[in-house]
């Protein structure tokens, strides 16, 4: 667990400007991350050290002081904060729980907190937020990965490089057990039971327990994930087994690592150090798929299956919410397939399916519309 804090203790740290605040301004988010924060449930942990980080990064970038006791300065920087994340791809949720999580962090600290008390930047917040949103449903819609465009893109697809194999698996996998990005990069090759045909998904965004959930993935998939393993461990070059103890071999740990420029090998993985990392490349040469890392991914399979539609990776788990609506699932055993805690969601999505069932739809059908 110390791994886990040791990041939040320093993000912290570096969004409050220590040189124009004071000493006791600190202590007081040191004492809410003593006696709060390493309380709260595991992912929420994960939310606020990712939102923090996030913030920081960009003030670094922007060469611009972080939080003090200046209510304008503060003011000022969330503003600008507001209109980069109002020009990334983040959806309009995301965007509004970074802004919550700063707005917390400022009530931790006791520091001036315009997000509550500037009536201008709660205006401008709300304006450029209900501008982005409209953006993004108007021109940023991912496209469902409904089954009948994956077994298109299926049988497209013959892999002849690693690379491709584990793109292809993973859009599978994907589809199948309805994953999100973050719930993909933490499958390991321990979670999958094959005899079981089910997949541990060990943390989630809906899980604030921690417990972890089982979801259902085809024996179609299940073989490609074998065959994928079975090529990582082969040395491309004398088409020989890769040793046990071989970096580039998969034994264990986390599946769906970054290969080689030339696509046939994996990058080096300490299957020792297990999941305490989730993404990117750690200095000690450790090699994991992040979101842009699985966004990539999925842009470069639809180009060589000759897909115009959007999809992104969110697409897998809408496209199998919708197909599993349009096959008559219920909506418990839609919330099941998904892991969702609440009926909301697959509720949308099952609107969304019963649209081809509805009656205009009939009457479309009926006269060969």
Same mark, same amino acid.
């Given at each position: 667990?110390?791994?886990?804090?040791?990041?939040?203790?320093?993000?912290?740290? @570096?969004?409050?400007?220590?040189?124009?605040?004071?000493?006791?301004?600190?202590?007081?988010?040191? =004492?809410?991350?003593?006696?709060?924060?390493?309380?709260?449930?595991?992912?929420?942990?994960?939310?606020?050290? @990712?939102?923090?980080?996030?913030?920081?990064?960009?003030?670094?970038?922007?060469?611009?002081?972080?939080?003090?006791?200046?209510?304008?300065?503060?003011?000022?920087?969330?503003?600008?904060?507001?209109?980069?994340?109002?020009?990334?791809?983040?959806?309009?949720?995301?965007?509004?729980?970074?802004?919550?999580?700063? @707005?917390?962090?400022?009530?931790?600290?006791?520091?001036? !907190?315009?997000?509550?008390?500037?009536?201008?930047?709660?205006?401008?917040?709300?304006?450029?937020?209900?501008?982005?949103?409209?953006?993004?449903?108007?021109?940023?819609?991912?496209?469902?990965?409904?089954?009948?465009?994956?077994?298109?893109? !299926?049988?497209?697809?013959?892999?002849?490089?690693?690379?491709?194999?584990?793109?292809?698996?993973?859009?599978?996998?994907?589809?199948?057990?309805?994953?999100?990005?973050?719930?993909?990069?933490?499958?390991?090759?321990?979670?999958?039971?094959?005899?079981?045909?089910?997949?541990?998904?060990?943390?989630?965004?809906?899980?604030?327990?921690?417990?972890?959930?089982?979801?259902?993935?085809?024996?179609?998939?299940? !073989?490609?994930?074998?065959?994928?393993?079975?090529?990582?461990?082969?040395?491309?070059?004398?088409?020989?087994?890769?040793?046990?103890?071989?970096?580039?071999?998969?034994?264990?740990?986390?599946?769906?690592?970054?290969? =080689?420029?030339?696509?046939?090998?994996?990058?080096?993985?300490?299957?020792?150090?297990?999941?305490?990392?989730?993404?990117?490349?750690?200095?000690?040469?450790?090699?994991?798929?992040?979101?842009?890392?699985?966004?990539?991914?999925?842009?470069?399979?639809?180009?060589?299956?000759?897909?115009?539609?959007?999809?992104?990776?969110?697409?897998?788990?809408?496209?199998?919410?919708?197909?599993?609506?349009?096959?008559?699932?219920?909506?418990?055993?839609?919330?099941?397939?998904?892991?969702?805690?609440?009926?909301?969601?697959?509720?949308?999505?099952?609107?969304?399916?019963?649209?081809?069932?509805?009656?205009?739809?009939?009457?479309?059908?009926?006269?060969?519309?």
């Amino acid at each position: 667990m110390a791994s886990l804090y040791k990041p939040a203790s320093e993000t912290q740290l @570096s969004i409050i400007d220590s040189e124009s605040t004071s000493s006791e301004r600190a202590e007081y988010v040191n =004492s809410y991350f003593r006696d709060i924060f390493t309380k709260l449930p595991r992912n929420t942990q994960r939310a606020y050290i @990712s939102d923090f980080n996030d913030f920081a990064i960009f003030c670094q970038s922007e060469g611009i002081d972080s939080f003090n006791d200046d209510f304008s300065h503060n003011e000022y920087i969330i503003k600008r904060y507001v209109e980069e994340l109002c020009k990334s791809p983040l959806a309009y949720r995301t965007i509004k729980r970074r802004l919550s999580a700063l @707005s917390k962090f400022l009530g931790i600290a006791k520091l001036p !907190n315009p997000i509550i008390q500037s009536v201008y930047l709660r205006d401008f917040v709300r304006l450029s937020l209900i501008e982005n949103r409209k953006f993004q449903l108007s021109h940023n819609q991912a496209v469902p990965l409904t089954i009948d465009l994956l077994d298109e893109i !299926n049988n497209k697809i013959i892999p002849d490089t690693l690379l491709e194999m584990r793109d292809l698996t993973i859009m599978n996998l994907m589809f199948d057990a309805l994953l999100r990005a973050d719930e993909l990069v933490r499958v390991c090759a321990e979670h999958i039971s094959r005899r079981n045909n089910a997949l541990l998904v060990v943390t989630s965004k809906s899980d604030q327990s921690g417990k972890g959930s089982h979801r259902f993935i085809s024996t179609s998939t299940i !073989n490609m994930v074998d065959e994928y393993i079975a090529e990582a461990n082969t040395d491309a070059k004398t088409s020989c087994e890769r040793l046990p103890d071989d970096p580039r071999r998969i034994n264990k740990g986390i599946l769906f690592r970054r290969v =080689s420029n030339r696509g046939h090998a994996l990058l080096p993985y300490n299957e020792q150090r297990g999941t305490h990392a989730f993404s990117g490349s750690t200095s000690d040469g450790q090699h994991f798929l992040d979101y842009s890392s699985v966004y990539r991914i999925w842009k470069r399979i639809a180009s060589r299956a000759g897909i115009s539609e959007n999809i992104t990776p969110h697409s897998g788990r809408v496209g199998g919410a919708v197909s599993l609506a349009e096959n008559g699932a219920t909506l418990p055993e839609l919330q099941l397939a998904g892991g969702w805690q609440s009926p909301e969601m697959p509720g949308h999505y099952t609107q969304q399916a019963n649209v081809k069932r509805g009656g205009m739809a009939k009457l479309s059908e009926k006269f060969k519309r």
